[in-house]
């Protein structure tokens, strides 16, 4: 479980971060996988629209967190 829990948080703050940059600029790199979130989920929510930067932070933030509860499993 530990394991599926650090890529799961680990790929979601490479997402995150890859849709900031994406949304600011344009993101050569993996921006097909790391994008998926910044391209299919949030245009489709009105409430974030206007606010992709601050989602975009929100879901690598959110990775963090998943990241730190797996390190804490650990223990």
Do not use: K
């Amino acid at each position: 479980m530990r394991p599926l829990l650090q890529f799961l948080g680990l790929f979601l703050v490479a997402a995150g971060i890859s849709g900031t940059i994406d949304h600011i600029a344009v993101q050569p790199v993996m921006g097909v996988v790391l994008n998926v979130f910044n391209r299919f989920v949030i245009p489709h929510i009105d409430a974030l629209r206007g606010y992709e930067i601050y989602a975009n932070l929100s879901i690598a933030v959110l990775g963090g967190v998943l990241l730190a509860a797996a390190a804490e499993h650990r223990r």
